[in-house]
């Protein structure tokens, strides 16, 4: 196979590797009733008129399937901990007792499961239409290079493989989608 070809496919399926991760690391945030440390990813605490993510003014653990415990390296970081996590507005009500802040997850009801499920359906179906740009960019650059000179059953066989490796990677959302949905109906 052309050199050219194989720099396509191996581009591609890297950028597609990329879509996939991001699916993944969206997916993390919809929460799905269980206390989890990533719940608080994103937030940024004020650290000193310094906007610094949480995990690095605090240690982030779960008490238990219910419970997430946030203890500031520094006791003065508790109130702007509390002040972060309130202002994220993501459902959470923090409780300081002076020494540690703790959050109880409050259990999900039967309609904010479907919403959460539908969240998470629009994330797979945002990977896929992710997918299928980088196929159409491959398949772009591959018509580039049959303008080049390059066989026509060479380009043809190059499309195949990036039809291949896309349905391979959506296959993949599918399955990530078919997880977290099982994640989040599960009472």
Known sequence: MNEDIQFILEDTKE??????????????????????????EGIQVDYYGTKTPLHQVANINTGDARTLVVQPWEKSMLTPIEKAIM????????????ILIRILVPALTEERRKDLVKKAKSEVENAKVSLRGLRKEANE???KLQKNNVPEDAVKEGETKVQQL??????????????????????
């Open 141 to 143: 650059e591959l018509k």
């Open 87 to 98: 202002a994220a507005n993501i459902g959470l009500n923090p409780q300081n007792d002076g």
């Open 166 to 187: 896309t349905d391979g990677y959506v296959v993949k959302c599918d399955k990530h989608l078919e997880i977290k949905e099982k994640e989040i109906m599960t009472v």
């Open 15 to 40: 950028q597609m590797e990329k879509a996939l991760s991001h699916l993944e690391a969206e997916l993390v945030k919809v929460r799905a009733g269980k206390a989890n440390p990533t719940m608080l």
